[in-house]
């Protein structure tokens, strides 16, 4: 019977009064958009540089930007289907690639970069 009681002297909490819905805030004035400043690119990738004997088999032996030396590396990669069919990342070099890869027979993309930039001069 206490417990009946204990329950009946619990009386439910007055229900609170729903709060009012904020008033709106006035659009914030967006600023003009600022017009994306064209990159400019950096001016020591863009320096011509002078390819090797060896590298100049391959490529030509025109100064260029080191981009173009990659793009056209890559060209005649791919013109002479020198990619490996199986790893796509592996390059599986001819005579005149041996000579610029150190007379490695197959090397990674990666450390392609790196050995062509050895035979790269300003």
């Known amino acids: 019977m206490a417990a009946k009681k204990k329950a009946a002297a619990k009386k439910a909490a007055p229900k609170k009064a729903a709060k009012k ?3 709106k805030k006035a659009a914030a004035k967006k600023a003009p958009a600022k017009k994306a400043a064209k990159r400019k690119p950096n001016p020591a990738f863009m320096a011509p540089m002078t390819p090797s004997a060896d590298l100049a088999a391959a490529i030509g032996p025109k100064p ?3 981009s173009q030396v990659a ?5 005649y990669i ?3 289907g020198l990619q490996d069919s199986k790893n796509k990342r592996n390059i599986n070099a001819d005579e005149a690639l041996k000579k610029v890869f150190g007379g490695k027979k197959t090397v990674s993309m990666f450390e392609m970069t790196a050995l062509v930039n050895k035979h790269l001069k300003k």
């Open 21 to 23: 819905a904020a008033p």
């Open 64 to 66: 260029r930007p080191r």
């Open 71 to 75: 793009k056209d590396l890559w060209a």
């Open 78 to 80: 791919h013109k002479h």
